[in-house]
C-alpha cells in the first residue's frame, strides 16, 4: 500500500503522461489518417477476434526462425499476462486492505504463473541482448548495396531495442522484486513464487524491515511508474507493435488473397494522383505498416530480390518509412505537407523495378504489413505520372495494347491446337460446354507453354469433359501491365475480358487455365470490375480427375521428381497439396525442396519481371531456385505455370540440362 505522498506523486505523473501520451498518440494517429481510403470496421466481432487471433499468435511467427520465435513467445507472452499483474499490483498500491485472491488455489496459479513468466521473460531478454550486441546476428541487418536511413544503419535500431529491452528488464524486475519483498517481509515461504521465493530467501535473508518495505515500494514503483512513463513513449518506439500490429490485422482491407492490389477508379475526375509518389499518397493501412513494423528484417530474410543481391529490402522501406515519420512527427500530424517523394527516402528506383510481386514478405510478416503493395503504388505513380519506367518494358505495353498480348505477337491464338489428333472446339462452336479452358498467351505464343496447354486439352478429352475456347477473343488479363505500374492498361484490359467472358456465358460456367497468373486475375481480382467467375487451376481440375477415377494412369514409372510451387498458385493462393497429388499418381516420387508451399522461393518472372532485363546483383533468381532444385537429387523439375516454366528451363539450359523440366499437365499426359 502506498503512502499518501505516494499516492499524490503517482496521480501527478499519471495525469503528466496522460497529457503527454494524449499529444504522442495523437500526432501517431492524424499521420496514418493522413493516408489514402480508410481503416476497416466493418464485421467488427469478426475483426476483433482476427486481433485477438493475431496477439496471441504473434502473427504465426513460428513457420519462420522457430528457435528465435520460441524466446519471442516467451516474452510476448510475459508481457501480456504482465498486464493482468501491472493491474493487481495497481490495486494493491492504491486501494487499501485489496489482496487479489489471497489464500485461494487460484490466487496461487496466479502467483506462480506470474512467477514463471518473469523468469521466461528475463531469460527472452538475455537472448535477445546476446543475440544483438554479442553475435550481432546478420538476419538483423541490412547489406550496403540497400538504401536505408543513416541514423538506423549505424545505431538507431540498436538503441532503440536496447530501450525496449531495458524497458522490459527493469519492469519485470521491479515486479520480481516487489514481490519477494512482500515474502522476505512475512518471515514465510511461498510455495507459488519459486523465483521471488529464491530472491527472499537466498538474497534478501537477514535484510532489516525498513529495507525491506524500501525495496518493496522501489519494486511497485520500478513495474508500474515505468508502465506510466513509457506510455507516452510508445509511439516512438519499435515495441509499439505490441499494439498496432494486432490493429493492423484487424483494420486492413478484406483481400481475396494476400497480395491483392486495389483496383484505380480512373472515372472519377476528382482524382489527381494515381499510384504513391509521396508517403500520404500511401493507403492508410500502408502508414500504419510504418508504426506496426518491428524491424525483425523477417520480409528481408525471404526476399528473393534481396537473397540474390539486389537492392531491394522490403524491412528497409518499413524501416525508412519509420523512421521519416519519427523525425518529422509534428509537422506530418499537422498537416503542413504531404511528406517528401518516397523515392527520395524510402527506397532506390532500382529496388522498386526489383521486385517480383511473390508477395512473400505479405505471407511472413508477424505484424500484418504489405511493403509489397507500396512498391507497387510506387511503381504505379513512376508509369502513370512520370511515365518512368524500364525500357524494356515499353515493348510488352505495346503488345498488349495493340495486339492483345505481351508478345506482341499476330499469330492466331488457336496455334496450339493444330498438332492434337482432335478438334478444339470454341465457344461458338460448342455453347453448351462444361469447362471453359482460358488458354493465356502464354499457352497461345510461346512454345513451351503450348506444349501444357495440348497436355490440358488432351487429358480433359481423355477424361470426356466437354470444354471450348475463346479462340481469337481471347485477350490477355492484364495481369503483367497490373504488376508493372500500368493499372489503365489493366483496368481496360479487364473490362474488355469482363464482356467477352460474359458475352460467352463463362460466368455460369467453370473455367481452367495453366496459368497461376490468369487463375488469380480472373478469379480474384475481377470481381471488384464487377467479372465473378469460378476458375481453378489446371492441376486442381486434374486431381480431382483422378480422384474421381475418370483419368486413369499408370503410376508405375517411379520418376524422382522435385515441384516448384509458382507464387501465385502455392502462397497466394494455397494451392498446395493438388499438385502432389496429380505428380504421385502419375507415379512421381516426390523429392521436395527446402523452400516450398507457401514458403516457395520465387523464379524471377514475377511482377513483370519476365519482360525486362533483372536488375544488377550477385545472381539470377532463376538460377538461384533452380540450384534448389539440383539439390534434391530429383530427376525432373515439375511446374505448374507457364512463367515458372520458361525461368527453370533456361536456367537448366544455362547448366548444362542435367534436369527435365515438365509441367504436371506434361507429366500426368504421359501416364495416361
Request: proline share 4%; glycine share 10%.
Amino acid at each position: 500500500m502506498l503512502s499518501p505522498i505516494e499516492t499524490i506523486l503517482f496521480v501527478l505523473l499519471v495525469f503528466i503522461c496522460a497529457v503527454a501520451a494524449y499529444y504522442t498518440w495523437g500526432q501517431m494517429f492524424r499521420i496514418i489518417n493522413r493516408g489514402q481510403r480508410q481503416l476497416y470496421f466493418n464485421n467488427i466481432g469478426q475483426r476483433l477476434w482476427i486481433g485477438i487471433r493475431s496477439l496471441f499468435s504473434q502473427g504465426s511467427i513460428i513457420s519462420h526462425r522457430p528457435f528465435v520465435s520460441l524466446f519471442h513467445y516467451g516474452v510476448a507472452y510475459g508481457f501480456i499476462f504482465y498486464g493482468l499483474v501491472n493491474l493487481v499490483d495497481l490495486a494493491e498500491g492504491l486501494i487499501p486492505g485489496f489482496h487479489f485472491l489471497e489464500g485461494s488455489i487460484l490466487g496461487g496459479f496466479y502467483r506462480l504463473l506470474a512467477d514463471l513468466f518473469s523468469l521466461i521473460v528475463l531469460i527472452g531478454l538475455f537472448f535477445f541482448l546476446v543475440r544483438r550486441f554479442g553475435r550481432k546476428d546478420p538476419q538483423l541487418r541490412a547489406r550496403e548495396n540497400v538504401k536505408l536511413d543513416p541514423k538506423a544503419r549505424i545505431n538507431g535500431i540498436n538503441v532503440d531495442s536496447l530501450i525496449v529491452i531495458l524497458f522490459i528488464f527493469l519492469h519485470i524486475s521491479g515486479s520480481l522484486l516487489a514481490s519477494a519483498s512482500k515474502i522476505a517481509l512475512s518471515g514465510g515461504y511461498d510455495f507459488w513464487q519459486p523465483v521471488a521465493n529464491f530472491l527472499a530467501v537466498i538474497l534478501m535473508s537477514g535484510w532489516p524491515e525498513g529495507m525491506l518495505v524500501f525495496t518493496l515500494h522501489a519494486g511497485w514503483w520500478l513495474a508500474i511508474g515505468l508502465i506510466v512513463l513509457f506510455i507516452p513513449y510508445f509511439p516512438s518506439t519499435k515495441h509499439i507493435h505490441l499494439f498496432m500490429g494486432p490493429l493492423n490485422f484487424m483494420t486492413r482491407p478484406d483481400r481475396t488473397y494476400p497480395g491483392q492490389m486495389y483496383t484505380l477508379d480512373f472515372e472519377d475526375e476528382s482524382i489527381e494522383q494515381f499510384g504513391a509518389a509521396a508517403l500520404f499518397d500511401l493507403d492508410k493501412t500502408q502508414v500504419f505498416d510504418t508504426f506496426a513494423c518491428i524491424m525483425c528484417n523477417r520480409c528481408q530474410e525471404v526476399c528473393p530480390a534481396y537473397n540474390t543481391g539486389k537492392e531491394l529490402s522490403p524491412a528497409a522501406l518499413e524501416i525508412n518509412k519509420r523512421y521519416y515519420t519519427k523525425a518529422n512527427m509534428a509537422e506530418l500530424a499537422s498537416g503542413a505537407r504531404n511528406g517528401s517523394r518516397l523515392l527520395d527516402f524510402a527506397i532506390s528506383e532500382s529496388a522498386v523495378w526489383a521486385c517480383t510481386a511473390c508477395g512473400h514478405c505479405i505471407e511472413v510478416c508477424p505484424v500484418g504489413n504489405t511493403p509489397m503493395l507500396d512498391i507497387m503504388d510506387i511503381r504505379r505513380d513512376q508509369v502513370l505520372m512520370e511515365s518512368n519506367f524500364p525500357e524494356e518494358l515499353k515493348g510488352a505495353f505495346v503488345g498488349l495494347e495493340r495486339a492483345g498480348n505481351p508478345w506482341q505477337s499476330t499469330d492466331s491464338r488457336m496455334e496450339w491446337s493444330k498438332p492434337l489428333g482432335f478438334p478444339v472446339p470454341t465457344v461458338q462452336e460448342n455453347p453448351d460446354y462444361e469447362i471453359l479452358l482460358w488458354v493465356g498467351c502464354a499457352g497461345a505464343f510461346n512454345p513451351d507453354a503450348q506444349n501444357t496447354v495440348r497436355a490440358l486439352a488432351t487429358i480433359m478429352h481423355e477424361a470426356g469433359i466437354s470444354f471450348a475456347v475463346l479462340g481469337e477473343v481471347e485477350s490477355c488479363t492484364g495481369d503483367s501491365a497490373r504488376r508493372a505500374g500500368n493499372e489503365y492498361l489493366y483496368w481496360e484490359m479487364a473490362q474488355g475480358n469482363i464482356e467477352t467472358l460474359n458475352e460467352a456465358g463463362a460466368d455460369k460456367k467453370r473455367i481452367v487455365t495453366s496459368c497461376p497468373h490468369c487463375f488469380t486475375t480472373i478469379g480474384k481480382e475481377y470481381g471488384e470490375l464487377g467479372g465473378h467467375y469460378e476458375v481453378f487451376h489446371h492441376t486442381q481440375l486434374i486431381a480431382d480427375l483422378i480422384g474421381r477415377g475418370k483419368l486413369k494412369l499408370n503410376g508405375n514409372k517411379l520418376e524422382k521428381v522435385t515441384f516448384h510451387d509458382p507464387c501465385y498458385l502455392g502462397r497466394q493462393n494455397g494451392v498446395i497439396a493438388e499438385p502432389r497429388d496429380a505428380l504421385a499418381q502419375a507415379g512421381a516420387t516426390l523429392m521436395e525442396m527446402d523452400k516450398n508451399g507457401r514458403d516457395s522461393f520465387c523464379c524471377g518472372a514475377g511482377g513483370a519481371q519476365y519482360w525486362k532485363e533483372e536488375e544488377q546483383g550477385s545472381e539470377a533468381v532463376n538460377l538461384t531456385r533452380f540450384a534448389q532444385a539440383q539439390a534434391t537429387g530429383a530427376e525432373t523439375l515439375a511446374v505448374g505455370c507457364p512463367f515458372c516454366a520458361t525461368m527453370m528451363i533456361d536456367a537448366n539450359r544455362e547448366h548444362g540440362e542435367p534436369l527435365r523440366v515438365r509441367d504436371v499437365a506434361e507429366l500426368v499426359a504421359e501416364s495416361i
